[in-house]
């Protein structure tokens, strides 16, 4: 059975670091994309940033460059992403999701709806 398993959310000042876990079970990452997403309250689920195949391809939305970092570890079947210069606007729920192995730009630009399994949301508030 395909499950993920999203950890590490809690609550952090701005310009704090957190760092996020999403374990996989039931897959190996080598095969599959796996994406982080973010819905604040009242808005609409975002992509965040997302690794396939490895670190073969990896992106990051606009927002968040330069501050979070993406990295996968094929021993422990997980993916971890390093939050850090936090700001009160990346207060959200995060999911971790997975779909098949796939390159950076359609892991950007996939839609939602086309990523396959997720995991529970893990909540990140960051205070001003």
């Known amino acids: 059975e395909v499950q993920l398993q999203a950890s590490g959310g809690g609550l952090v000042q701005a310009g704090g670091s957190l760092r996020l876990s999403c374990a996989a079970f039931?897959?190996?990452?080598?095969?599959?994309?796996i994406g982080w997403f973010r819905q604040a309250p009242g808005k609409e689920r975002e992509g965040v940033s997302g690794?396939?195949?490895?670190?073969?391809?990896?992106y990051y939305a606009e927002s968040v460059k330069g501050r979070f970092t993406i990295s996968s570890d094929s021993a422990k079947n997980t993916v971890t992403l390093q939050m850090n210069s936090l700001k009160p606007e990346d207060t959200a729920v995060y999911y971790c999701?997975?779909?098949?192995?796939?390159?950076?730009?359609?892991?950007?630009?996939?839609?939602?709806?086309?990523?396959?399994?997720w995991g529970q949301g893990t909540q990140v508030t960051v205070s001003s």
């Open positions: 999701a997975a779909i098949g192995a796939t390159t950076a730009h359609a892991m950007a630009f996939l839609p939602i709806s086309r990523w396959r399994y």
């Open positions: 039931g897959f190996t990452l080598d095969d599959y994309a």
């Open positions: 690794i396939s195949s490895g670190d073969s391809a990896i």
